[in-house]
């Protein structure tokens, strides 16, 4: 399938496969493209984690009704040709997808994935509907992994740009370790981060757990760029390739990869939500541009 483009006065989005993902969201008043473009560390861009978060300990491995299956990290639809088709008004583009036998064989659940994107007046809205289809509960989780350019010309650097949480209050930061021992819950207020390659290094992955936060804005200095609105996520992460690379990723989570060693049933991992044959999870969240 070709990209997909629609637009607005404000904004121009162009949404290609795999995934169905965005890859270019432009801010035609500007001219400055918001989206980090894949030309740096990761070649990712802005994939839907679904129907997992991250991987099991066990390399993607797990069992379920005495069988082991395995999944690629962050699951199964950021590895698909989705089908889309853009709105007869030309305000939004719709991708569809459904499981088969192939991905039976990674995850024994029949489901519906649709996504849409919407044009706002300084933006876009991207809604999720996911609908077990089959006949016996389905055990998921999803996320969302948009990643933001930051560095746009000569003397603007990465340490300068901040990121702003609305509202501000408690969360726990989930501390890791790449040895899979126990993770640290930390007690922090989620607030304002100043973009740092060094703490990034440090964590690997700054994942706030139990927020309240339902937004999260990247500033330039003082000046507000773009803003990322996420209601009902329960968890936030913040993540970059590594020094030397300018982009950052903003990723609301309903749940997350495994952290440490867990020995508990697929189903029971933390986070891991349950839907009923015949039920649908949506959730959605924007983004705009913050610019005058």
């Given amino acids: 399938m070709s990209s997909l483009h629609i637009e607005n006065d404000r904004i121009a989005l162009t949404t290609d496969n795999p995934a169905g993902q965005m890859i270019s969201l432009i801010d035609r008043k500007h001219g400055n493209e918001i989206l980090y473009q894949a030309d740096e560390a990761w070649s990712g861009r802005n994939p839907s984690l679904f129907p997992m978060v991250g991987s099991t300990w066990k390399n993607g491995e797990y069992e379920w009704e005495g069988k082991t299956y395995a999944m690629k990290n962050h699951g199964l639809i950021r590895y698909e040709d989705l089908n889309g088709v853009v709105s007869e008004d030309g305000q939004s583009i719709t991708y569809t997808f459904d499981s088969n036998d192939e991905t039976r064989s990674k995850y024994p659940f029949d489901f519906h994935f649709e996504m849409t994107y919407h044009l706002l007046e300084k933006g876009v809205r991207i809604s999720y509907a996911i609908t077990n289809t089959g006949n016996v509960s389905m055990p998921f989780s999803f996320g969302l992994h948009p990643a933001f350019k930051t560095v746009r010309c000569d003397g603007e650097k990465f340490e300068d740009f901040s990121i702003h949480f609305a509202p501000a209050a408690e969360a726990e930061q989930i501390v890791f370790q790449s040895d899979l021992s126990p993770v640290v819950r930390e007690k922090k207020v989620l607030d304002t981060w100043q973009l740092s390659h060094a703490d990034l290094a440090k964590y690997a992955t700054l994942i706030f757990d139990k927020i309240s936060a339902s937004s999260a804005t990247l500033y330039y200095k003082d000046q507000p760029r773009v803003k990322v609105s996420f209601p009902d996520f329960p968890l936030v992460a913040l993540w970059n390739s590594g020094d030397g690379n300018n982009f950052i ?44």
């Fill in 249 to 292: 990723c903003i990723e609301p989570w309903f749940g997350h990869s495994d952290l440490e060693k867990v020995e508990v049933p697929f189903d029971k991992r933390e986070n891991t939500m349950l839907l009923e044959p015949a039920e649908t999870f949506n959730c959605y969240y924007d983004i705009e541009t913050m610019e005058d």
